[in-house]
Every structure is written in structure tokens, then in C-alpha cells.
């Protein structure tokens, strides 16, 4: 049995006052009847703030991005380390962002995600087609390359320890979510790409679902068999909506 997450990535929006009020709101929403785990990632200059403000709650903190070095001349580079230190669990790597804006490849994203599980965190691994990819057909291959060149690196033993977020490009930020048969289709492949090497680690893998995902479409997107909770940006800073959105996953 998967338990399900759901996890607000916040981007570069909030302020002190802004995380403060909308933290709040998701504490007295957990009151512990939902099962699903509730993870925010705020940008890092917050994140020790937020981590003091849900210490002892049902609400969880994760980091956006991780640097691939351990320490040393990386100006403006946040460690693992660091995010450990400061008591984040999770660490969002290779968000569809950060791949194209900040033209991060499959080898940086391989090191990222060893350097978050050297350090005790759990990665949430983003893959996900463009648009141009989902309509050559090519949206298989393309997600098969971007977990491939991360387990010829760390091992497929490591997806023990991770959670993989499906983000077809083409549905983040854009108000379009892919349909519940389309994610589905995708979840299925990525789990039995993995069983193929591993039955068991794929059995407990946990795979959510990203891109816009709102109130009204994640029970649907969450009833998926395969669907085990979301990455979810613009609806996260809506404290009631993303309420909605954790009781929709269970
Ligand atoms: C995201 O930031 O990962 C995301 C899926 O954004 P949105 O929910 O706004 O599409």
C-alpha cells in the first residue's frame, strides 16, 4: 500500500508574512484524518523559518533545488547538507524549470539526485515531455531517458528511497492538466519500466502527478491506480485549495 503525497512546490512566490498566514492555514487543515503526506517546498531563504513554524505538525518541508557539490566555491549554491542541517526532508530535483531555464542535463539532474539521498533526503524526481515531444510520439522515450540516465548513475536501488513526479511540460502553469487516462497511461509505463528491473522497488514507488493540478481535478487525477498524490504549484498558495486538493488524495 503507496501512502499518497501531495507536495506544494511555492517557486520563487511568499514572503515571511505571506508563508506565515498560508503554513498556518494548512497546520489547523491537517487535523490527522487525511493519509495522504503534505509537503511544502518554499524558496530557500524561507525554509528554516517554515521548518521552525511546522516543527511537531503533520506538515513536512522540502527544498526546491540542491546544489551537486557537497561544499566549496559555488556562490549562491545551496548543499544537501545545508537543507539537511536546516531539517528539510524532501528535495524537488529536476523540475521542468530548472531544466529548461537554468539548462540543467540528465548528468547534473544524476547528480543532484545522489547528493539529496547521500545526505538522508528524499528526492522528487520531476520527468515529463514538451508539448512537441508528446506530439512526435516520442513522450515514452523521452521519459525513459530521463530516469535511464539516473539510474545508471545511482543505482536503481536508490528508487527505494525516492519519489518520481510526472510533469508533462505542457500542463505546468499552462491551467491545462493532462486527462486521468493520459496520466495514467504514463504512471503505468514508468512503473512497469522499473518493474522490469525490480518488481518491488516499482510496487512501493511512489509517482505523483504535475501540472495543474487544482481542487476541481485531483480527486479524478488521484483515483488513478497508478497516481500516488501530486506536485502542485499555483494551487499550493491557495491555503483552501490546496486543502482540497490533500483530501482528494486520500
Ligand atoms: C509545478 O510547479 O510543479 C506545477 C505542476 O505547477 P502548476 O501546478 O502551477 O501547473
Not at 13 to 37: P, Y
Not at 148 to 167: C, M, N, P, Q, R
Not at 210 to 236: R, W
Request: aromatic fraction near 4%; charged fraction near 20%; glycine fraction near 10%.
Amino acid at each position: 500500500m503507496r501512502r499518497p503525497i501531495v507536495v506544494g512546490n511555492w517557486k520563487m512566490h511568499g514572503s515571511r508574512a505571506e508563508n506565515t498566514a498560508l503554513v498556518e492555514h494548512l497546520i489547523q487543515g491537517l487535523d490527522g484524518r487525511q493519509a495522504a503526506e503534505v509537503i511544502v517546498c518554499p524558496p530557500h531563504v524561507y525554509l528554516q523559518e517554515v521548518v521552525r513554524q511546522t516543527k511537531d505538525t503533520l506538515l513536512h518541508v522540502g527544498a526546491q533545488n540542491v546544489a551537486t557539490e557537497p561544499s566549496g566555491a559555488h556562490t549562491g549554491e545551496v548543499s544537501a547538507a545545508m537543507l539537511k542541517d536546516v531539517g528539510c526532508r524532501y528535495v524537488i530535483v529536476a523540475h521542468s524549470e530548472r531544466r529548461t531555464l537554468y539548462r540543467e542535463d540528465d548528468a547534473m539532474v544524476a547528480r543532484k539526485f545522489r547528493a539529496v539521498l547521500s545526505h538522508g533526503l528524499t528526492p522528487i524526481l520531476c520527468v515529463g515531455e514538451t508539448l512537441d515531444e508528446r506530439e512526435n510520439g516520442t513522450t515514452e522515450a523521452v521519459i525513459a531517458r530521463q530516469i535511464e540516465s539516473v539510474v545508471a548513475v545511482a543505482g536503481i536501488d536508490t528508487l527505494a528511497h525516492a519519489v518520481i513526479a510526472y510533469e508533462p511540460v505542457w500542463a505546468i502553469g499552462t491551467g491545462k492538466n493532462a486527462t486521468p487516462d493520459e496520466a495514467q497511461a504514463v504512471h503505468r509505463f514508468i512503473r512497469d519500466r522499473i518493474a522490469s528491473r525490480d518488481g518491488n522497488i516499482a510496487a512501493g514507488l511512489r509517482i505523483l502527478y504535475g501540472g495543474s493540478v487544482k481542487a476541481g481535478n485531483a480527486a479524478e487525477l488521484f483515483a488513478m491506480p497508478d497516481v500516488d498524490g501530486g506536485l502542485v504549484g499555483g494551487a499550493s498558495l491557495k491555503g483552501d485549495e490546496f486543502m482540497d486538493i490533500c483530501a482528494a488524495a486520500g
